[in-house]
């Protein structure tokens, strides 16, 4: 979607939803109402979140605003990652070819295996006694 040079993404990974809102401007970095640094702790995933930005020198170039639900701070970080790539595919779509290299066009399908009835876990079973 695109509107007055606003660009609207959706990115997710395992079982977070990130909704994206890019446009040109002077950087801000807005994560569920909060700065970006603010919400990342971690600094890993506050680099995941930016990857897609660094790798096509837009660093400063956008503003992004992001409302991100589900999971924990890595998949939610991922989410991030998918939902800039996917904006700035629609901004400039010569940036997608150097996306698509680098992985962060397509959306890792890992997520959690569900729980299996009479089992403990995914895979992991009861403890079998022949006694």
């Known amino acids: 979607m695109e509107k007055a040079n606003i660009y609207y993404a959706t990115g997710r990974r395992k079982s977070s939803v990130a909704r994206t809102w890019i446009k040109p401007g002077n950087g801000n970095l807005i994560v569920n109402n909060r700065p970006a640094d603010k919400y990342f702790r971690i600094q890993n995933t506050f680099k995941t979140m930016l990857q897609p930005l660094a790798l096509t020198n837009t660093l400063g170039e956008f503003d992004v605003k992001v409302t991100v639900k589900g999971g924990g701070y890595s998949g939610q970080a991922g989410a991030i990652r998918h939902g800039i790539t996917r904006a700035l595919m629609l901004a400039n779509p010569e940036f997608r070819s150097q996306l698509k290299r680098a992985g962060f066009v397509r959306r890792d399908p890992r997520t959690k295996e569900r729980k299996k009835y009479g089992q403990r876990g995914a895979r ?6 022949k006694r």
């Not at 992991?124 to 006694?129: I, N």
């Open 124 to 129: 992991a079973r009861y403890q079998f006694s």
